[in-house]
């Protein structure tokens, strides 16, 4: 069979999540706990009716992005309308504040309503961008029957690539924050939620994702920006009238104000972490079952359309032989993103079967390039 080099190398994009049922691969069974049954639980069969806030972690490129995105489906399927959106489209992650988040979920959700035709026009916001532009001095044309996610998106536009104006506005925004949060409360969730009811959907979710990747710089308070949103916030960002699923920094978890994140932002649950695929056990030996599903996540895409006992029969149509796969799938220490960009790395250098040569070639360029970030301090520290 032979193998679509463009289609392969387009499903090798480590940048890009699943979007496709045929490339997924679960694999809660190694990862030591299903992450996300228990999200989609908490929403569907513990408090469907109730607003739920939970936040999701773990390192950037180990899979949250696809597995978030299966999380929509799974609660699509249960008749909840979700609304999942990467917050780094609208945001910038150097610079963010609660106003911009806030802002940004009302946004995607009108939207998202708008699209399946449920349109509100909450009158606090019709006054806010009418006061926000005659503020700026800038001129923000919205009829009164304007949608929401017009208005907000013009506003998000004229301020993302314009930091100075992004801050005048803030300082503008910011004793507004509570009649900001109420207004998308009860003109907008609220309402949404009774429109969706009444088409017979279970509720309104909300997944915000990358936001995981605000920036750890460090504020005039001192400190930083991720500690400033999701801890001295927290409690404003969970108080937002409809489920909301948050991902959140990884470095937050072992904070020294981990406890106050858990019960702030949290409401008492600690963040739920994404673990990375185990390669290898404790004592040495091969994770015989993380392997086996590694190995299955290179193959599937190369060729989808097979089942998983045929793509194992296809290995050498993209390796030499299997122990080449192997090798990848060990040195990317389980981590996905590291695992795509070797695969992706060995198709830009040369076509399938890749040899060991061509792998370890890339190895050595990967490893090279990470060498140069360490500095002598750094490793003497790592040989202590």
């Not at 069974?29 to 939970?54: F, H, M, N, W, Y």
């Not at 979700?82 to 009108?110: C, H, K, N, P, R």
């Not at 509720?203 to 500690?227: A, K, T």
């Not at 489920?243 to 008492?268: A, M, Q």
Request: proline share 5%; with cysteine.
């Amino acid at each position: 069979m032979t193998l679509d080099l463009a289609k392969f190398y387009k499903a090798c994009n480590p940048s890009k999540p699943v979007q496709k049922q045929q490339y997924y691969i679960d694999f809660s069974s190694v990862r030591g706990s299903k992450i996300i049954k228990s999200l989609k639980r908490q929403i569907a069969v513990i408090s469907p009716d109730e607003p739920t806030c939970q936040l999701f972690t773990g390192h950037i490129g180990c899979g949250k992005s696809t597995e978030l995105l299966r999380l929509k489906s799974d609660l699509e399927q249960e008749g909840f309308h979700v609304v999942y959106f990467e917050s780094s489209q609208d945001l910038d992650m150097a610079d963010v504040d609660v106003t911009d988040i806030l802002l940004s979920i009302a946004g995607q959700v009108s939207e998202s309503l708008e699209a399946i035709n449920i349109r509100l026009h909450p009158g606090y916001f019709t006054n806010l961008f009418t006061e926000i532009a005659d503020f700026l001095q800038t001129p923000i044309e919205l009829s009164t029957e304007a949608e929401l996610s017009l208005g907000i998106g013009k506003i998000t536009a004229r301020t993302k690539e314009a930091p100075k104006l992004r801050r005048r506005l803030r300082e503008y925004l910011e004793p507004r924050t509570s009649s900001i949060l109420q207004s998308i409360n009860e003109e907008l969730l609220g309402k949404a939620n009774t429109a969706l009811k009444r088409q017979g959907k279970a509720g309104l979710v909300v997944i915000i994702d990358n936001l995981d990747r605000v920036d750890f710089r460090p504020l005039p308070s001192g400190r930083s920006q991720q500690e400033y949103l999701f801890i001295d916030r927290g409690d404003q960002l969970r108080k937002l009238n409809c489920h909301v699923v948050y991902t959140i920094p990884l470095g937050l978890t072992f904070s020294n104000d981990c406890e106050i994140l858990k019960d702030r932002l949290g409401g008492g649950i600690p963040p739920k972490v994404l673990p990375m695929v185990p390669v290898k056990r404790r004592n040495g030996d091969e994770h015989t079952e993380g392997m086996a599903l590694l190995r299955q996540m290179v193959m599937v895409r190369a060729f989808p359309e097979q089942t998983p006992a045929k793509q194992l029969e296809l290995i050498p149509e993209v390796f030499d032989t299997p122990e080449i796969l192997d090798r990848l799938c060990s040195v990317s220490g389980g981590h996905l993103r590291n695992l795509l960009g070797l695969l992706l790395g060995c198709v830009m250098q040369d076509d399938p079967p890749f040899s060991g040569e061509t792998l370890e070639e890339v190895i050595r360029e990967r490893r090279d390039y990470l060498l140069s970030s360490i500095d002598d301090d750094e490793w003497e520290l790592l040989f202590q």
